[in-house]
């Protein structure tokens, strides 16, 4: 079922976006070469708490992360480790999100870890903004794959994998609600037509070669099947009467 969300709803997720983008902001600065992606994980928690929300994630379908730490070939899903350390010219895709007075934000970013290849900044410059051609399909009177479409027809020059395994959803009084909403086209499933009050999350999973994925023997780690880069970027937004609302954007 989707929820269209009320007023009130409204402004709950709408502060619980705010404190994710301020902690994708404060991650930017953060992560840096020799680091492990466990310490990143007990950073972001620890800022989390201190805002006074929740981890999401944590818990979640038995994820044992307060955030998911993807790094270079892990496409999402990640699991922090004490033993995974960043190294320069790394990428890794961080997936968080937070529970706050029952409202909950999703966002994704995947950074550059000290100075990385043209073709990984090229790889996430154009899924960045492959994420931003989806959210402004996602317009009022518009249909779910719309957003899909609109990825797929930005990405069609830089002949990348666009996985098609994984989907964005709504969100807002859970972590993970309806619609479904792939970030590729043509897709299956329901195609709904976009409403005012809909919250969803729009989050392209854009590879450097094949769009096959696998699923690591830990149920969760997903990784590309050629091992070549992966990233990730998604923004939680609003649909309007006008142009769609970026909650999860300072």
Not at 159 to 185: K, R
Request: contains cysteine; negative net charge; aromatic residues 8%.
């Amino acid at each position: 079922m989707i929820i269209i969300k009320n007023e009130k709803q409204i402004e709950g997720i709408r502060t619980s976006c705010k404190l994710l983008a301020e902690l994708f902001t404060k991650l930017e600065e953060f992560i840096e070469p020799g680091m492990s992606t466990w310490d990143i994980d007990l950073y972001a928690a620890e800022i989390i708490r201190k805002m006074g929300g929740n981890a999401a994630f944590l818990g979640y379908g038995g994820f044992p992360g307060s955030i998911c730490s993807s790094v270079n070939d892990t496409v999402i899903h990640g699991i922090p480790s004490k033993t995974e350390i960043l190294k320069d010219g790394d990428i890794i895709g961080c997936d968080i999100g937070i529970e706050l007075n029952g409202y909950y934000s999703d966002s994704a970013h995947t950074y550059a870890v000290g100075s990385i290849s043209n073709e990984a900044a090229q790889l996430l410059k154009k899924t960045e903004e492959s994420l931003y051609a989806g959210i402004n399909a996602a317009v009022r009177g518009g249909r779910i794959k719309d957003i899909g479409r609109a990825i797929t027809e930005y990405l069609k020059p830089y002949a990348y994998g666009i996985v098609d395994s994984f989907c964005g959803h709504g969100v807002g009084l859970d972590v993970h609600e309806d619609p479904q909403i792939p970030n590729y086209y043509p897709s299956r499933g329901m195609n709904h037509r976009l409403k005012k009050g809909m919250v969803l999350a729009i989050e392209p999973m854009i590879n450097l070669g094949t769009h096959e994925v696998e699923v690591l023997d830990d149920e969760w780690t997903v990784k590309t099947e050629d091992r070549a880069l992966s990233a990730h970027f998604e923004h939680t937004i609003l649909i309007t009467d006008d142009k769609p609302e970026i909650l999860t954007a300072l």
